[in-house]
């Protein structure tokens, strides 16, 4: 039974309308569930009193009758045993291609890209499956029964049926990645009130609990992902500056190193069973967990393992331990100092530093963040509890519950993307209408034309990317807005919108003004970008940024001079009989002249010869006016018009 809230008068919702909502941090590693309760966060922990949910499901032989899978704790303890059906770090899996995820790592278990008849969930060519011996399950469907069990612990603790979650993904997540959350939600019957980014919800912990304001780092290190943010706090709004980092750094990486440490230390080789390899993995982890708590000047763990009837003994120092994993704490400060470059700020301008993830527990890389930033990091809130707690009091606050709702002041939470976004005009060309890192949600529009006399469609090619040119951008959707009606080239205005929802999913409008015929898009890609491809897109964008500017120029020039070619050309047609042979001759040198520039690469002197043309055919242009001035008016009387 839930218990009675009691709130200052005027300051909540009568009891009986209050809707239960909650928050979840779907981690790598291990999920969580918080709610808010007597207005405090607070996660909500199973029937043996664990708030930690490990994010571990194991297929059972369905010939054996019973339930069919494991969830957590059961399944994390037969991973041992039964490494190929049981599956962890399935969050590195979510919305991505077999290809994408073979690149990143090796998992004890199998991952196929076939589609499998017998699949529940039919998933995309070349998306990532796992195989069990329960047949082919998608990610979606792994992390269903996570937030299944997720939902049930809530409806348990709470006493009644949840009205809705916010669900928490890491700030890189792509549109791929965040439909695949959403469609795990729904399937696990659970409404999504919003995705909300990590360290998004950290902030609004620590901002809501702290009252505190200003410009803070979030460096957040957890079991399978890195994200690094810089977010500026005002007044209950909370802006991503910027965010960058790793999807496929964590913690497991340091286990993977100590292990391969060991291993080295003893003169093994790396090629194990796969039953001795998830042995070694887990007594990495425990090693670097204890490791935390040693005396870091003189203390050590035993790593102690057997390996295929291989017994493995090795004391490990916490100096040893630093040492090699030197190069992963080092990758996440690259990213931090990328981060803070793209917010251009310097890291002397944050006013805190908030960690979280489990694997901020280790001592270096709590004093490498402290030593960088020249100040000791905000820890004041359980580091792997603090992004659940934040999306419990925004889904509180979504749900209708919290003061802030009441009384209007509601939450703003405004996250960014990582790359522009724009569609292709002529020429080739990107014309960018979100800028990269624009805070999300947002609706941005711009009015295009079309090209040709009578065009009644146009096609609408939709990009992401830095680069000026097409080719250099990735295509995300392609559509066609059909049924303009027949117009002079220009003369057409049709307003392209590009709206990007909470959820940082993308859906593109183009409606001519005119007649209002309409057409739109929703982007869904069928798997996105990795860091690695957004960094490297980044890059190039910046090393060929002058040469992409001369290109651009170039393009632009040749698309003015075509049109004002075409233009020329189609009033020649329609009004040549205007001027006498002279001045028609000279408008066909100024075409002639134009015409031969126009394949040089010498953009001003396009434009040049393009501005002769405009200038020679200034007086036709007010000949042809007035005559359709005459025209109109022609056989109407002055109170006709
Ligand atoms: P999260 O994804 O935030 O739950 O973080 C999980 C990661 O934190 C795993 O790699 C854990 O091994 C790591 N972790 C948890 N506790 C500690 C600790 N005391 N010391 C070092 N790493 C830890």
Known sequence: MALLQISEPGQSLDPHQRRLAVGIDLGTTNSLVAALRHGVPECL??????VLLPSVVRYLDPSLGGPGREIGFAALAAQLQDPANTISSVKRLMGRTRAQVARVEKLPYRVLDLQDASMSAQPAAGMAVVQTVAGCKTPIEVS????????QRAEDSLGDDLFGAVITVPAYFDDAQRQATKDAAELAGLKVLRLINEPTAAAIAYGLDNGVEGIFAVYDLGGGTFDASILRLTRGVFEVMATGGDSALGGDDYDAALAAWVLAQQGLSAALTPTARAALQAEARRCKEALSSVDQADGSVLFGVDLDGHSVQQRVTPAQFEACTAALTERTMVSVRKVLRDAVLGKAQMQGVVLVGGATRMPQIRRTVCEFFGQAALTNLNPDEVVALGAAIQADALAGNSRRADSGDELLLLDVI?????????????ERIVPRNSTIPTALAQDFTTYQDGQTALTLHVLQGERDLVADCRSLARFVLRGIPPMAAGAARIRVT????????????AKEQGSGVQASIEVKPSYGLSDEQIAAMLKDSFVTAEQDMQARALIEARVDADRMIAATRSALAADADLLDPGEGEQIGHLIDALTQRQSSSDAAAIEAATESLAKGTEAFAAMRM????????????????
């Not at 922990?45 to 664990?50: C, K, Y």
């Not at 269903?144 to 939902?151: F, G, P, Q, V």
């Open 418 to 430: 990582p790359l522009s976004l724009g569609i292709e005009i002529m020429g080739g060309l990107v």
């Open 498 to 509: 590009f709206t990007i929802d909470a959820d940082g999913l993308l859906s593109v409008s």
């Open 45 to 50: 922990p199973d029937a043996q009193g664990r």
């Open 626 to 641: 007035n005559r359709s001035i005459r025209q109109a008016l022609a056989g109407k009387k002055l109170e006709q018009i």
């Open 144 to 151: 269903a029964e996570i937030l299944a069990a997720l939902r």
